[in-house]
C-alpha cells in the first residue's frame, strides 16, 4: 500500500535529517490518518484511492503555495516546495497523457460535458486530471 510506502520514507528522512521531506511526510500521514478515522467511523477501510485523492489535494495545495512564496520572491521555500511536490508525484499512479484522454473520448457514444466527466469520474478516478479532460474535449468541439 501507498501509506506504508510514505511511512518508510517518513522514516528515511528522519534518519536522514532532511526536514523539507520529513515536513511533508508528516502533513501527509496527518491526512491519511484524519481520513482513516472518518473512514473507519464509516466501518470501511481507507484505501490506494483514497491515499492517491488526498496527495493530489496536497500537491494541488502545494502548488498555490509556491505561487504564493514566488509572488513575494521567496525563491528559498518555493525551492523547497517543487522538492516535496516531485517527491509526492512519486506515489501517484502514471496519469493519462492528452492524446489517450481524446482517444478514450473519441470512442465515446455521448461526447457531452456532463456524460464524459462522469464516465472519466468512475472508470479513471485519481489516473487523469480532470482540468486536462474538459481541456480536452472542450479543442475537440
Known amino acids: 500500500m501507498i501509506v506504508e510506502e510514505i511511512k518508510k520514507a517518513n522514516v528515511q528522512a528522519l534518519k ?4 523539507v521531506l520529513r515536513n511533508i511526510y508528516s502533513v501527509v500521514l496527518n491526512k491519511i490518518m484524519l481520513e482513516s478515522i472518518k473512514k473507519r467511523e464509516k466501518g ?6 483514497d491515499v492517491v485523492q488526498i496527495l ?38 502514471e496519469m493519462l497523457s492528452e492524446e ?30 480532470m482540468n486536462t479532460v474538459r481541456n480536452v474535449l472542450a479543442n475537440l468541439k
Open 100 to 129: 489517450k484522454i481524446k482517444e478514450i473520448i473519441l470512442g465515446l457514444e455521448d461526447k457531452s460535458i456532463g456524460s464524459v466527466m462522469k464516465f472519466f469520474k468512475q472508470e479513471y478516478n485519481g489516473k487523469c486530471d
Open 44 to 49: 470501511e477501510e481507507i484505501t490506494d484511492p
Open 56 to 93: 493530489q489535494k496536497t500537491i494541488k495545495e502545494l502548488t498555490e503555495e509556491k505561487e504564493n512564496y514566488l509572488k513575494v520572491s521567496n525563491t528559498v521555500e518555493a525551492g523547497n516546495i517543487d522538492v516535496q511536490i516531485d517527491c509526492l508525484k512519486g506515489y501517484l499512479p
Open 16 to 19: 536522514d535529517k532532511n526536514v
